[in-house]
């Protein structure tokens, strides 16, 4: 299937490796030779056990952090657009800026004046079902809620590609689904290209139209498993079609044995 | 003092709690409100109260304590001859010239080497080692270097919100999460900003704990150079008193000087919650 898809690819990851300094003067080995190619479009989730650099990635592909050796292409096709947001856990919600301010945050970094960022983000805020809660400040907000002002900003600022950081880590499992479903909704207005972190493989599943699943540390890429499932989706019934149990238990054989090894790596020490 | 006070800052916070989005905890929260409402003016009038019990009793020597109702004709009379204003209005112009004289260096120096690494390494030693000293054994030498004038006291009175400025404004930025300037830099802010709109913000609710205990330090300040050297003001006022033992007379002072410094810090809250209105109560 992957073979056949004809879209562009934009992203080229190479050969990519991260090696921190411990403090004691030694070395660990987050990412080793990691090669990555995503299609433009392309919805992909990175799934791997803790620890196993998804993060590390998410960051050197969002210039947070620097890489050690390897090399990355973004190869959009030019437009006006910024290259990249990226959309955090639940805290990353400015607490000092309204609702409609955290969302224009993007917009206003890069100039563009008041009234027009508004207008940007009080559209992107409807689509969340925000529109009554444009004045209020986080702490008036659900978990739920903040994430969602989380992904408006991401989307407000209408970048090429998103980089997503387990961003429904922190809530419980009703609202992720609505959460899901809400990013799918977003997403199919737009089809942007998303690179979204999680620990989650029905989360990945539920989203994405590619599951890259990495080993324990030093993260590499040991598989990658398309999902075959039909757009637009419904994530509330999804989990009881024929191909989502057979993709849930492909990327869990794959995923097992890291999670198995990790164990027992922590178990050593 | 700071009782009633912090007391107080609570049931401020309830103000803006009670017209929060989510309504499921409202009634809890607004019975919440009333109960802080109603002790802030009950807690005080109770320790009167017991004071002028125990003072009638017999427990408490009425030449030594005085009681309520006899301070309070005191300061009727004082503020009939005028001397309590006069007093007061001394204190007040000390504490509002030394705070700002103290509080905005301070502020600025903080936020500097919250920022840069280059002042915070040169400048901490120096804040370090003069911030312990008690600084009314610097007034001898502030006296020898300044004069022996109003300058001086407003020195004295500056140098604690000063420090405490310094020390709370560099400790606001260096504490602001690191998941905000993550965010920031992932958006691409420019360095400006980022400390005008990210950090700033971020570090202001430290600064006002700062603000709030340069306050105090502030009015421990103004009443012990008003103790040492000045022939007006409340400090004057209760240590004159106390000095030609009228006693009564000294607890007015006190009680006007408790007053002021539970007022000065009403208005804090007020400008707390007009500069800071995202920030709610401690979780």
């Not at chain 1, 898809?5 to 987050?30: H, M, Q, W």
């Not at chain 1, 408006?152 to 590609?161: G, M, Q, S």
């Not at chain 1, 609202?175 to 989360?203: A, C, N, P, Y």
């Not at chain 2, 502020?107 to 008690?134: C, E, H, K």
Request: glycine share 8%; net charge positive.
């Amino acid at each position: 299937m992957l073979a056949s898809d004809s879209r562009p690819s934009v992203i080229e990851v190479r050969g990519l490796s991260k090696t921190f300094r411990t403090r004691n003067r030694g070395t660990l080995e987050a990412l080793h030779n990691v090669d990555l190619d995503v299609r433009l479009g392309e919805f992909v989730c990175v799934v791997g056990p803790s620890g196993c650099g998804k993060t590390t990635l998410l960051n050197i592909l969002g210039e947070l952090e620097p890489k050690s050796t390897g090399s990355i292409r973004f190869t959009f096709p030019p437009s006006e657009r910024p290259l990249l947001s990226i959309v955090f856990q639940e805290q990353g919600v400015f607490p000092w800026l309204t609702v409609l301010d955290n969302t224009a945050f993007g917009l206003m970094a890069r100039g563009v004046g008041r009234a027009e960022r508004e207008v940007r983000a009080r559209a992107v805020l409807d689509r969340v079902g925000l529109a009554r809660f444009l004045h209020a400040y986080p702490r008036e907000l659900s978990g739920g809620m903040k994430q969602r002002v989380n992904l408006a900003r991401a989307f407000a600022n209408d970048p090429d590609l998103l980089l997503m950081d387990e961003p429904f880590a922190a809530v419980d499992e009703h609202t992720k689904l609505i959460l899901q479903d809400g990013l799918l909704q977003m997403w199919e207005g737009s089809r942007k290209t998303v690179v979204f972190i999680t620990h989650s493989i029905e989360e990945a599943i539920r989203l994405a139209d590619r599951i890259v699943v990495m080993s324990a540390r030093p993260g590499r890429i040991k598989t990658q498993i398309p999902v075959n499932i039909p757009r637009p989706r419904n994530v509330y019934e999804l989990q009881t079609s024929p191909e989502f149990l057979r993709v849930r238990s492909t990327v869990w054989e794959a995923l097992k044995e890291e999670v198995l090894a990790l164990a027992e790596r922590e178990a050593d020490q | 003092m700071t009782t009633p006070a912090s007391e107080a800052s609570g049931a401020a916070s309830g103000v803006i709690l009670a017209t929060s989005v989510r309504s499921t905890t409202r009634e809890e929260r607004f019975a919440w409100l009333t109960l802080e409402r109603v002790f802030m003016i009950f807690s005080p009038l109770l320790l009167l109260l017991i004071w002028e019990a125990l003072s009638r009793a017999g427990v408490l020597d009425v030449r030594i304590f005085s009681r309520p109702t006899l301070v309070a004709v005191l300061i009727w009379n004082m503020a009939l001859d005028g001397s309590l204003w006069k007093n007061t209005a001394a204190t007040l112009a000390r504490l509002v010239i030394g705070m700002i004289v103290g509080v905005v260096p301070g502020l600025f120096l903080g936020l500097t080497m919250g920022l840069f690494r280059v002042p915070r390494a040169i400048i901490n030693p120096l804040v370090s080692a003069t911030y312990v000293l008690p600084r009314i054994a610097l007034f001898p030498l502030v006296l020898l270097i300044i004069g022996l004038n109003e300058t001086s006291n407003i020195v004295m009175i500056a140098l604690g919100p000063f420090f405490i400025m310094t020390i709370s404004a560099m400790a606001a930025v260096l504490n602001v999460d690191p998941v905000y300037l993550r965010v920031a830099r992932s958006f691409k802010v420019s360095t400006r900003d980022m400390y005008a709109r990210v950090v700033l913000p971020a570090a202001m609710p430290l600064i006002f704990s700062g603000l709030k205990l340069s306050l105090g330090l502030g009015l421990l300040g103004v009443i012990s150079v008003e103790f040492l050297l000045a022939n007006e003001g409340l400090g004057y006022m209760i240590w004159h008193s106390w000095q030609i033992l009228s006693l009564g007379e000294s607890m007015a002072g006190l009680l006007v000087t408790g007053l002021l410094g539970y007022l000065m810090f009403l208005a804090l809250d007020r400008l707390e919650r007009a500069l800071v209105p995202w920030a709610g109560p401690e979780h």
